[in-house]
């Protein structure tokens, strides 16, 4: 029972099954068609049981995840307004008759 590491892409080999995908490294790992299956559900229980055990989603995680995202929002909309004042001068300019030269 040896497992095989299949590129994505790649084709996979005759016999073999696909129990997970290493997200990764970017390649499938197979291993002979009845025994993929077991290994699948092995690898599923024990996942469930970790989240289970671990809650990695508690609060402090979603505060995190919170602050990123309001952050990630203020930049993105300061960007957004800076980009359009920049905008607005060279417009601005170009009616005047200046000749504005694109940055």
Known sequence: MSAIRVADG??????????WHDAMRLERVCYPIPINLF????????????????????????????????AHDLGYRQGYKDALERVEILMIKYLKGT?????
């Open 10 to 19: 790649e084709m996979i080999p005759t016999g073999y099954g696909i129990a």
């Open 39 to 70: 290994i699948y559900w092995i690898r599923e229980v024990h996942f469930r049981i970790m989240l289970t055990l671990k809650k990695p989603y508690g609060l402090r995680d979603r505060w995190m995840r919170d602050i990123f995202c309001k």
């Open 99 to 103: 000749g504005a030269k694109e940055p």
